[in-house]
């Protein structure tokens, strides 16, 4: 199984949010992505074991979306 992590960018808070349905528990956020996906990488083994699932490979993405507009004075 590949786990699936979403990283979500709040503009109001100005920080990645990182949710999974397939990790209970996962909810971080970090203003840098790649600090974000650190964390991640860090929190999925300590929080499935925590959940009873314990393996030495643990595969998974990180799907991350993020919005944005720009103001065109033309």
């Known amino acids: 199984m590949e786990y699936e992590v979403r ?16 990790i209970p528990g996962l909810v971080l956020e970090s203003g840098s992505l790649d600090v974000l996906m650190e964390r991640v990488k860090n929190a999925i083994p300590e929080l499935l074991e925590l959940n009873g699932i314990s393996s030495l490979d ?17």
Do not use: L, M, Y
């Open 7 to 22: 990283a979500k960018w709040d503009p109001e808070a100005a920080v990645w949010i990182a949710t999974s349905e397939d």
């Open 58 to 74: 643990i595969p998974f993405s990180i799907i991350s979306e993020r919005h944005d507009q720009i103001q065109f004075h033309g």
